[in-house]
């Protein structure tokens, strides 16, 4: 079936847009698109792989579903459009990051394309969700999906940072090969968890300093 996504991305992933899982996924998405209030809006749904194509990916956050407040979600994990109020996982995201890289400059915003645009996949496990409705798009073939972008860039790519927060982004991790890759896991910054690990784990100036060394430029958080 044909799939509109970045093209570097549509070629890495076609053998999924032919399985039979994909087909119902998609089905299952645009009715419930048709029948009721679902995020993030239809046209973001492959924002990730838009703003970040395969070919210059170099690092991968990974989350769990889209937020399911109404204008916040727009395609990439932990973050949202320019004028959204910050979610408290992000607020302690920016957090870390000024801790980790004092001398970054703070975030004008929760929009965070600006890493997409320079090779961070935003990537959630589960890519829509209902209004008000969390974890209600899981199991229904999106996680064989997201787990089948991480083989790919595990099989495919080199030296590629993965950073994965939380018990549940650890587990989707365990497809990876972390004998050519950077496997960052902390606890997940949400305010429940975020004192249990998170603050203190230095994932930016960590992934930084592995891109360099493998002669990529590091990431302006």
Known sequence: MSVKMEESWRQA???????PY??????FVKGEYATAEVFPPGPQIFHAFEACPFDELKVVILGQ?????RGQ????????????????????????LATDLPDTAPAPNGNLDRWAQQG???????LTVRAKEPASHQKKGWEQFTDAVIQTISDQKEHVVFILWGASAQKKGEIIDARKHLVLKAAHPSPYAADRGFFGSRP???????????????INW
């Open 120 to 126: 961070v996949l935003l990537l959630n496990a589960t």
């Open 65 to 69: 579903d889209p937020y399911h407040g």
């Open 204 to 218: 930016f100036s960590q992934t930084n300093a592995y891109l360099e060394q493998h002669n990529e430029a590091p």
């Open 73 to 96: 979600a727009h395609g990439l994990s932990f973050s949202v459009a320019e004028g959204v109020r910050t979610p408290p996982s992000l607020q302690n995201i920016f957090k870390e």
């Open 22 to 27: 994909f087909q119902h996924l998609i089905a």
């Open 13 to 19: 992933l076609a053998p999924e847009f032919e399985k």
